[in-house]
C-alpha cells in the first residue's frame, strides 16, 4: 500500500523527478481500481516492525548487502534492486538508506507471505515476474519449502504473456518442452511462420519494445563504410544488454563480467589486421535510459590506446539490429535474444552467459577464455553453421515465439494498457490460452504451459 518505503518501479529518476510518495500514490490509486473493477478482495502487505528493526541494525551498507535470514541471500536481492534503481553498477552516495529502505520491503514481503502459506493450505501461489524485492523473497521461501508457484509477465510480443511453473518469470527456460519436443521437427508451414517472423521482427512492429529505429540496410557494404568498418575485415560483434538490468546481471560463465569479455576481445585481436572488433550496445540504452554505457567504460579503459581495428556502435546511430547481423561474421552474446536471431540466419554464436538458449544445440557455449577465443577463431573459419544446428535454431525460435509466449484477452496502445477484450471471463472461448491455464492448474501442476499442436492449421486457428 502507500506505506511501502521503496521497491523496484521506484527508482532515483522517479523520486527525483516526481516524489516517491506522488507516484506511488497514484500506482496505488490505479491498482486498487483494477482490483475494484475485477471484484477482486485483497488485502495489503503490513510493514512489518521486526523487517525495520532488522534493517536499522545493521552497522553499514556492506552488513546490508550480506545480509542473510532463514538462509535466503536478502543482501544479493537487494544489490539487484539497487543497479535497478540508480540504472548502473556503481551506487550513489546515498545508497546505504536506499538499500536499508528495499531490505525492509523485502523483509516485510517475506514475512507477510511466509504468514499467509503458514496459516493456509495453498496448493499454488501465483505472482508477478519473481525477482527484485517485491517477488524474489517469495520464489525463495517457496523453493526452501517445496510450495509450487506460477511466475507470469508481459512477453516480447504485444497481447501475450509468459507462465512458468516454478521458475522466474525474465528466466525464459523451457526445457522440459524442449525435451519433451525432441523428436518434433518443423514442418514447411511452421518453418515458413519462421522466416516471416524474423523478417517482422526486423522493425519489431508486433514487440512490446521496439528497439529498431531504421530499417534493415539494403547495402551493407555502405554501412560498414558509413560506421568505419574496413569492408575487407571479418567481423566480431559482440552484442551487450543493459548493463543495470537484473535479468542479466550475475549470469556471467566464460569472464567475471561482460565488460571484462570486451576488453579482453579488443586486447587479444588489437593487432589483427583482417578482425574489426564491434560492439553494438543495446538500444534499450536509448529506451530505458543508463547512467552506464558500455561504449564510454570502453573509451575511459583504453583513453588514446584505442586500437584502430575497434568499431563502437551506440543506440543514436540508428543502425538496425539485423544490419549488423548481416556485417557480422561471428556474434558474441550475454544473453540477448539476438544470439538466437543470429543462429536462424547460419551465423555462428558464441554464448558467454548464462541464458535461456544455451546448451540448445546451435550456438558455442564457452566457460572459459581460452574456450571463448578458440571458439571464435573456428567461428571465424566457418562462417555459417552446419544446417543441423540452423535447424534447431529454427525450431527453438518457433517453440519460443509461437507456443512459450500466449495470446491474453488484453489490449495495449503506445505500449499502455487499454483495457480487456471482454466484459467477463466466462465470455473467452474454450480455446482461449488463459483458460487453458486455469484447466491445467485445476487438473494438477503441470511442467509448463506449452502445447503443440499436432498441425499448423491447428495453432493458427488457435
Not at 532515483?12 to 475485477?38: T, V
Request: aromatic share 12%; glycine share 4%; proline share 4%.
Amino acid at each position: 500500500d502507500q506505506s511501502v518505503p521503496i521497491n523496484e518501479v521506484i527508482t532515483r529518476e522517479r523520486e527525483q523527478a516526481e516524489g516517491k510518495d506522488r507516484f506511488w500514490r497514484r500506482s496505488c490509486s490505479l491498482g486498487k481500481r483494477w482490483l475494484k473493477a475485477g471484484r477482486v478482495e485483497h488485502q495489503s502487505i503490513p510493514l512489518a516492525p521486526e523487517a525495520s528493526a532488522m534493517a536499522a541494525s545493521l552497522s553499514s551498507l556492506n552488513e546490508v548487502l550480506n545480509f542473510h535470514y532463514h538462509d535466503i541471500d536478502f543482501g544479493h536481492i537487494v544489490a539487484g534492486t539497487l543497479y535497478r534503481y540508480y540504472k548502473s553498477l556503481s551506487f550513489g552516495d546515498d545508497a546505504d538508506s536506499v538499500a536499508r529502505r528495499m531490505l525492509v520491503t523485502a523483509l516485510s514481503n517475506y514475512l507477510c507471505v511466509k504468514q499467509l502459506c503458514e496459516k493456509n493450505s495453498y496448493r499454488y501461489v501465483m505472482f508477478s515476474h519473481g525477482i527484485y524485492i517485491t517477488w524474489q523473497p517469495v520464489v525463495e521461501y517457496c523453493r526452501r519449502n517445496n510450495i509450487d508457484y506460477i511466475c507470469y509477465d508481459r512477453a516480447k510480443t504485444k497481447d501475450r504473456g509468459n507462465f512458468n511453473v516454478n521458475q522466474p518469470s525474465p528466466d525464459w527456460s523451457f526445457d522440459a518442452a524442449w525435451k519433451r519436443f525432441s523428436d518434433r521437427k518443423l514442418n514447411a508451414t511452421e518453418r515458413k511462420q519462421v522466416i516471416e517472423y524474423l523478417g517482422e521482427r526486423e522493425l519489431q512492429k508486433g514487440d512490446n519494445y521496439a528497439y529498431n529505429f531504421s530499417a534493415r540496410a539494403e547495402d551493407t557494404t555502405s554501412e560498414k563504410q558509413r560506421l568505419g568498418i574496413p569492408v575487407g575485415r571479418k567481423c566480431i560483434t559482440v552484442f551487450t544488454n543493459l548493463i543495470w538490468d537484473a535479468a542479466n546481471v550475475s549470469r556471467d560463465i566464460a569472464f567475471p563480467k561482460a565488460l571484462d569479455c570486451l576488453i579482453s576481445t579488443i586486447e587479444h585481436f588489437r593487432d589483427r589486421q583482417d578482425i574489426q572488433v564491434v560492439l553494438r550496445s543495446h538500444p534499450a540504452e536509448k529506451i530505458f535510459g543508463t547512467e552506464q554505457r558500455y561504449a564510454s567504460l570502453i573509451r575511459k579503459h583504453f583513453g588514446d590506446g584505442m586500437p584502430d581495428n575497434v568499431t563502437l556502435i551506440s543506440p543514436e546511430d540508428n543502425v538496425n539490429s539485423f544490419t549488423v547481423i548481416d556485417m557480422t561474421d561471428v556474434g558474441v552474446v550475454n544473453t540477448s535474444t539476438v544470439g538466437l536471431e543470429m543462429a536462424v540466419m547460419g551465423k555462428p554464436v558464441v554464448l558467454i552467459s548464462e541464458t535461456h538458449y544455451r546448451n540448445k544445440g546451435f550456438t558455442d557455449d564457452v566457460t572459459t577464455p581460452e574456450e571463448y577465443f578458440l571458439a571464435i577463431e573456428d567461428g571465424l573459419q566457418r562462417t555459417t553453421i552446419e544446417p543441423l544446428r540452423r535447424a534447431l535454431a529454427e525450431k527453438y525460435f518457433y517453440m519460443m515465439m509461437f507456443l512459450y509466449q500466449l495470446h491474453l484477452p488484453t489490449r495495449y496502445q503506445n505500449n499502455a494498457f487499454q483495457g480487456y477484450c471482454c466484459q467477463h471471463f466466462s465470455e473467452l472461448s474454450a480455446t482461449e490460452p488463459l483458460v487453458g491455464i486455469v484447466k491445467k492448474l485445476a487438473d494438477g501442476l503441470p511442467a509448463d504451459f506449452i502445447e503443440w499442436p499436432e498441425s499448423a492449421a491447428e495453432i493458427l486457428a488457435h
